[in-house]
């Protein structure tokens, strides 16, 4: 994905935040506490609240991106960032990029690599490889 396209899909906190919600709940929202599928939004916080139980669900939880004060559409350019070059991107450059302060772009640099070395650790290449013009494996 181009930066253009990139923008078009994340560039503002809504649409952010209803990618998040589209990942974490695939069938609309479920409850994390009792299950039920019926939610206010508490747009001011930007929770999700059963209507059941009343329990506060975010679309952060469980993420790196939990209990953050950054905006979500600045943590989707650091990880654009991160992903878009081989070498990554140091904290000093990502925080010129997005403009925040130092410590946390290097904050965000630790999570988005922790994040990416654990999915890492549960994928499994196979198939043909292609890796700076190298090919492993063999056609099939």
């Known amino acids: 994905m181009d930066m253009m396209e990139f923008i078009e899909n994340y560039g503002t906190e ?48 469980g993420t790196i991106m939990d209990k953050t004060k950054t905006p979500l559409r600045k943590w989707f350019l650091a990880i654009y960032f991160m992903s878009e070059d081989k070498r990554g991107i140091s904290a000093l450059s990502l925080k010129g990029k997005i403009k925040v302060a130092y410590q946390t772009a290097w904050s965000m640099c630790q999570k988005i690599r922790q994040a990416m070395g654990e ?3 549960n994928c499994k290449l196979s198939g043909i490889v292609e890796l700076d013009e190298a090919f492993f494996g063999s056609p099939a």
């Open 14 to 61: 809504e649409q952010c935040r209803q990618h998040l919600f589209n990942v974490r709940w695939p069938e609309g929202f479920t409850c994390p506490k009792c299950g039920h599928r019926e939610y206010f939004d508490v747009a001011s916080r930007g929770l999700y609240q059963c209507k059941s139980c009343k329990y506060q669900a975010s679309v952060t939880a």
């Open 119 to 121: 999915r890492d650790t």
